[in-house]
């Protein structure tokens, strides 16, 4: 068990031939972004151009998608390519040392890095075994009704926010996992599929559509359950009401390093869609080709492939989401990436009574930084299946469900920066400000998370910033009593129009009719204000 992180059984898989080895071949430049640029809701929805003017986050280059002149040539080359990352800017190839080098010659060719950290092998001891162990009896049918299952929404205070009306309505999530078989027919979706919460989703790893084949592994539908499972009088999920992307990056059957590559794309394809959440399950660090194996020194946040791909999604304004692993008991014992990265959330696993989990994974992570950031129940998590509520164990599990608390937050403080968000769930868990590897901060407590996060934004707004006149046709002012360190105005696509002075006064006389966003940045706070030019 390395990637999907509970407990379940799958097959072993060949090792990949050593002839050839998976690299990313970077390119050199974007040579069409100007056209992106120009019309942004070519490559972006509408909904990912909100959520980046609501957090004040400029496109770059990173959001343009691909020169297809330069996957052409790749192809002309010889090489099949089938996978692409436009925030990587590449390609993913196999090739041989010789084709590398041919690679590297090609002048639209900024550099190719292999996906072989350790060419002698970075198992470091670390015993192989069966992938997935089977924690017994906790699979199947059980006698849960709702209060059963509400123990977990009580370990982590969630009741208090479902009571209040925050159930996730209006925030999205996309579930990035193996498949979700039954989804399509289980009635414990019927909820989610007949309110229309299911808002699309892709098969990274065949190129498909087929999410739902029932040959498909189902723990992507387990961890769908814990969120948005319904079945009366047994199972509730954590955000009911949110909205859903489901996507498959990981292969089951195998342990191969373009599954990395798969969840970047369909990190990038929920990112198009405007989600607000990543929520995954998944994790690596040993593979069937053991060429590819990291050491627990590569779990610093940035040296693999999905590592970086989290990193970016986050700073797109996604709050991304991922299990710390189950590897504590063996002798791997610590987190898996992409856990490992500073900006994902990170999520260990906890007993009913509050214990560790004896299977969740030991943080830090490889540069010290205190890793998981926070835990929720991990061992006999309630959730729904198919047609009935069930009981199953791992870090897995714990993650959708914390992300269906985050998802109650999001809606109950919409324009949070997500940075304060995550600092206030660090700070209201129950061992703060104190830690421990295996479970971080402690036990999350959405309950005081909103009443902190909403007593910030009282006394935010009570220092007052203000706009007037507004609407506005020539020049406007901003009141406020604090110091204004920076300006910035963006349009409503989310492109970044210009830099404004520090200045209170500012003449927009010249600037075209329509809806603009301020991004204003004082020496105490960070605002975002809408205004309209006429």
């Known amino acids: 068990m390395k990637k999907i992180l509970s407990f379940l059984i799958i097959l072993p898989f060949a090792v990949v031939s050593a002839q050839t080895e998976l690299v990313f071949v970077f390119f050199k430049d974007k040579p069409n972004k100007a056209a992106f640029y120009a019309n942004p809701l070519s490559e972006l929805s509408q909904k990912s151009l909100d959520r980046r003017t609501k957090y004040g986050i400029a496109l770059n280059d990173q959001d343009a998608p691909l020169e297809q002149s330069y996957v052409q040539n790749i192809r002309n080359l010889g090489f099949t390519v089938t996978d692409y990352s436009k925030w990587m800017n590449g390609v993913a190839v196999n090739a041989t040392a010789s084709q590398i080098a041919s690679l590297q010659a090609q002048s639209y060719v900024q550099s190719v890095e292999s996906f072989i950290k350790h060419p002698a092998g970075g198992k470091q001891g670390v015993k192989k075994s069966d992938k997935f162990e089977v924690f017994k009896n906790t699979l199947g049918k059980t006698e849960f009704n709702y209060g059963t299952g509400l123990a977990q929404i009580n370990q982590i205070n969630l009741r208090p926010l479902h009571v209040a009306g925050y159930t996730g309505a209006g925030v999205t999530i996309a579930v990035i996992d193996t498949g979700f078989p039954r989804v399509n027919t289980g009635s414990a979706y019927a909820r989610i599929r007949n309110n229309g919460q299911i808002k699309g989703g892709y098969n990274f790893v065949n190129k498909s559509t087929d999410i739902y084949n029932t040959s498909l592994n189902n723990h992507g539908s387990y961890c769908l359950g814990v969120i948005a499972g319904y079945i009366e009088n047994s199972y509730v999920g954590s955000a009911p009401d949110a909205d859903f992307y489901l996507y498959a990056s990981e292969d089951a059957a195998n ?72 590897e504590a008991q063996n002798s791997w014992h610590y987190i898996i990436t992409p856990a490992d990265n500073e900006k994902v ?28 950031d926070a835990s929720a129940r991990g061992t006999s998590t309630a959730m729904a299946y198919n047609n009935s509520a069930t009981t199953s164990s791992g870090t897995s599990f714990a993650t959708p469900l914390a992300a269906g608390g985050v998802a109650c937050l999001l809606q109950a403080v919409p324009t949070k920066p997500l940075d304060d968000v995550k600092d206030i769930l660090r700070q209201k868990s129950s061992l703060y400000p104190n830690h421990t590897d295996p479970m971080g901060y402690g036990i999350l407590n959405f309950g005081a998370s909103l009443t902190e996060a909403q007593l910030a934004t009282a006394n935010a707004s009570k220092s007052s910033i203000k706009i007037y006149p507004n609407p506005v046709s020539t020049t406007f002012t901003i009141k406020t009593t604090e110091k204004i360190v920076s300006v910035e105005l963006y349009d409503v696509l989310g492109r970044k129009s210009q830099n404004l002075s520090s200045e209170k006064n500012h003449n927009i006389e010249k600037l075209i009719n329509g809806i603009y966003f301020l991004k204003i940045k004082t020496d105490k706070n960070e605002y975002i204000e809408k205004i309209i030019k006429q």
Do not use: C, Q
């Open 255 to 326: 342990e191969i390093p373009e599954e990395m590559i798969y969840w970047a794309e369909a990190a990038e394809e929920a990112d198009r869609k405007g989600v607000d959440i990543i929520t995954t399950s998944l994790g690596y660090y040993d593979f069937d080709d053991s060429r590819y194996n990291l050491l627990y020194s590569d779990m610093d946040g940035s040296t693999s492939f999905i590592a970086r791909a989290a990193h970016i999604a986050a700073e797109k304004g996604i709050f991304v989401l991922a299990a710390a692993g189950n």
């Open 345 to 372: 959330f990170t999520i260990g696993g906890v007993t009913s009574s509050g214990a560790s989990s004896s299977f969740s994974s030991y943080g830090p992570n490889a540069l010290g930084l205190i890793k998981p």
